[in-house]
């Protein structure tokens, strides 16, 4: 089992900058691969942000430049840099971690508004 917080989020005029935090807890060291999900009101859940145990990234189009992504290999903590966010970043964010298993665990959620 993988219990999964992500802190961070808030309210932050375009242009600004936020990190989020994603804090495992219980199997960690099962842990494989770790992304950052999105979803805005109205619309479908999409991964913005994507690593794995080896490093390798992957960024949503619209996030490349802007967002980085990265892991704490020791707490396997994955943080999201995100920096020049407009209000389309406007979202809840969420972790997801995927086990050597195949099992998949999600965060709350926690909530990034841009707006002035």
């Known amino acids: 089992q993988v219990q999964l917080v992500e802190s961070g989020g808030g309210l932050v005029q375009p242009g600004g900058s936020l990190r989020l935090s994603c804090a495992p807890s219980g199997s960690i060291f099962s842990i494989y691969f770790m992304a950052w999900y999105r979803q805005a009101p109205g619309k479908q859940r999409e991964q913005v942000s994507s690593i794995t145990n080896d490093g390798m990234t992957n960024y949503l189009d619209s996030v490349k430049g802007r967002f980085t992504i990265s892991r704490d290999k020791a707490t396997n903590t994955m943080y999201l840099q995100m920096d020049n966010l407009n209000p389309e970043d406007t979202a809840v964010y969420y972790c997801?971690?995927?086990?050597?298993?195949?099992?998949?665990?999600w965060g709350q959620g926690t909530q990034v508004t841009v707006s002035s």
């Open positions: 997801h971690a995927v086990t050597s298993n195949a099992l998949g665990y």
